[in-house]
């Protein structure tokens, strides 16, 4: 067996003759993500569906095009802690949060999908707490998503993100991290968090850095002493 047919990811044998039968693979990447085209949205949609109890396969669907993607446990981690300072600073401060985690968002019109790896209602909490039959169509999107770039996608995830509303995407790509705001209809980096003004780009960065020398709840610790020392 090939190195490549060792390392691709699993997609369950129910749903891989419907994909053989309408896909032209485009490229694949060794143990991260297989791309696939002449994908219909009821496909898609029926993967999502067959998928939702495997939370470590993550599809993105754009007109067309599907890529299945494997996070390594790089990516979880980081995804984890960057939700952990979201969950942190609003529990200091007071705020109330909607926390969807990587719910599938999606809308037939714009033949579009996506799960991020986080994602939280703040602003519009209070119309949106406790619904679960969400349409993007008329229903706000999440104020934030949380992105971990590891292994870069094959497809533009910030244009779907756009087309779907959301309005800030922290996105971490290996040491990196970016904030984005949806301006006129497309994303602009900031330095500074929209939705959690106390948060900037750099002591969200050196938070994440002390997940080499510290565990996570000590992290975690030391941050909610500085969010208490800032207000």
Known sequence: ??????????????NFAVITMV??????APQQHILLSDISWETYQALVHDLAERPSQRLTYD???????TPRPEHEANKRLLGRIVESTTEELGIEIYSLGSTTWSREDLQKGLEPDECYYITAEPEMRGKIDIDLAVDPAPDLAIEIDITSSSLNRLAIYASL?????????????FIYVLMDGGYQTQEQSRLLPMLNRSKILEVLSRKAAMGENAVIREFRLWLRAQL
């Open 1 to 14: 067996m090939g190195e490549n047919e060792r390392r691709s990811p699993t997609i369950p044998p129910t």
């Open 23 to 28: 896909a032209t693979p485009l490229s694949t």
């Open 63 to 69: 007109q067309g095009h599907l890529e299945i993607m």
């Open 165 to 177: 509303g959301i309005p800030e995407i922290w996105r971490f790509a290996g040491n990196d991290l």
